[in-house]
């Protein structure tokens, strides 16, 4: 996962963020996996979904991190015109997560230590217009990829990103 996105979201914050915050991410990171591996044994398949989204997706690190990657469009706008943008999407992290998990044997303290860092990006924000967050500018539910999104091929009709 090589695109202008990760790259500059590690260049930009990544650091700064585990700096400052990484001890209270690692902790609400592996509450979280520790809460989707039991749902793993004990649950049926639409609440892990949900879980995936809002548990790990949303909550999953207790933030989400604005990259200060933006649309040429919302410089200089004020913060009513604009959105956040959630450029992977709850959902596609949640699944994502889940899958490197189980890829892991459920090994929690090594998705903790290490994955975590290499993979901060995910719970990474984009700055865009209004106007840009509509549904026909950024395709929502879409079937694209995480490396597709990263790539930005669900940003239709969305300004240059700086």
């Known amino acids: 996962m090589n695109s202008f996105f990760v790259k500059e979201f590690n260049r930009r914050k990544r650091d700064k963020i585990w700096e400052q915050r990484g001890p209270e991410i690692k902790v609400n990171f592996k509450e979280n996996l520790e809460v989707l591996k039991f749902k793993d044994k004990e649950h049926h398949k639409k609440t892990i979904k949900s879980f995936e989204q809002v548990g790990i997706g949303y909550n999953g690190l207790g933030t ?17 015109e604009t959105v956040n943008d959630h450029l992977i999407g709850a959902a596609k ?8 998990l189980k890829k892991s044997n459920y090994n929690i ?9 290499e993979h901060l990006f995910l719970w990474g924000t984009v700055k865009i217009t209004r106007e840009e ?10 079937n694209h990829t995480i490396e597709q ?6 940003y239709k009709n969305v300004s240059e990103l700086v």
């Open 64 to 80: 989400q991190f604005i990259s200060g990657i933006q649309s040429e469009a919302s410089v200089g706008k004020a913060s009513k």
């Open 93 to 100: 992290i949640g699944e994502f997560v889940h899958n490197e």
């Open 109 to 117: 303290n090594w998705m903790v230590d290490h994955w975590l860092y």
């Open 133 to 142: 967050h509509r549904k026909e500018n950024v395709l929502r539910n879409s």
């Open 149 to 154: 999104k990263l790539n930005l091929e669900h």
